[in-house]
């Protein structure tokens, strides 16, 4: 049996451009994706907290050191500068990887800057 755990997400991401015309989907900064263990050409989900839309892309670099997240081709409908977004990679493991396996998870501010990293998610209390 296999499962689909979370691997990695930037975690309130800041829109940084939206391009309808431009190939690729979603351009990060480099040391973003790097810092998450995201690569080049993985498939991302986008989770929009400014309007709700979830959606499925890919990853692109973007400059290294830039804070680019753009949002480029079809969706660009999805996402406008400005707007904070949860991106996520998943990965597939059986049963016994699940043990010991941790998500690396990355936080930003609205610059896009890495205020600290986890790799866990705390309890939520009631």
């Known amino acids: ?4 755990l979370l691997k990695a997400k930037l ?18 900064d480099g040391k973003l994706l790097e810092a998450a263990g995201i690569h080049e050409y993985e498939q991302i989900h986008i989770y929009n907290v400014a309007n709700g839309e979830r959606f ?8 290294d050191g830039s ?3 753009s949002v480029n081709g079809a969706a660009a409908h999805k996402a406008s500068p400005g707007d904070r977004i949860i991106i996520c990679a998943y990965t597939a493991m059986d049963a ?3 043990k ?3 998500p690396t998870l990355v936080y930003l ?10 790799h866990a998610i705390p309890v939520q209390a009631a």
Request: charged share 25%; proline share 0%.
């Open 1 to 4: 049996m296999h499962l689909t």
């Open 11 to 28: 975690h309130r991401a800041c829109v940084t451009h939206s391009e309808l015309e431009y190939e690729g989907s979603c351009a990060i």
């Open 56 to 63: 499925v892309t890919y990853a692109i670099r973007a400059e």
């Open 67 to 69: 804070n680019i997240i």
């Open 96 to 98: 016994e990887e699940v």
């Open 100 to 102: 010991s396996f941790k």
């Open 109 to 118: 501010n609205e610059n896009n800057d890495i205020t600290h990293m986890r």
